[in-house]
Nanobody, 129 residues
């Protein structure tokens, strides 16, 4: 079955950096575009789109709040997607999830969590002030 496994979360001070990884199995990875979402349930927030990357990795999209600070990338040979997070802020604190989908990239659908059939279990990122 399809599995997405995130790693790399942790505790970091504001201004610091973290790199998240997501390893995929059970699917033809290059046929899926990938995305990162985040959710801060303690704040009552819904799952929020962070970034997405196209099937071949040639185009990316980001939510405005992370543009210039986060970078999404993928390695199809390793069935993996990454999220490099720099200049972290306390408001970036959340559980981060990777997700995979076939359809919707380049449309408004890519930012909707309902578009994605496959999800990882999440990794906690905590940014202290």
């Amino acid at each position: 079955q399809v599995q997405l496994v995130e790693s790399g979360g942790g505790l970091v001070q504001a201004g610091g950096s973290l790199s998240l990884s997501c390893a995929a199995s059970g699917l033809t990875f290059s046929s899926y575009y990938m995305a990162w979402f985040r959710q801060a349930p303690s704040l009552g927030k819904e799952r929020e789109f962070v970034a997405a990357i196209s099937w071949g990795g040639h185009s990316q999209s980001y939510v405005d709040s992370v543009k210039g600070r986060f970078t999404i990338s993928r390695d199809n040979a390793k069935n993996s997607v990454y999220l490099q997070m720099n200049s972290l802020k306390p408001e970036d604190t959340a559980v981060y999830y990777c997700a995979a989908a076939v359809r919707g990239y380049g449309t408004s659908q890519e930012q909707s969590y309902t578009t994605y059939p496959y999800w990882g279990q999440g990794t906690q990122v905590t940014v202290s002030s």
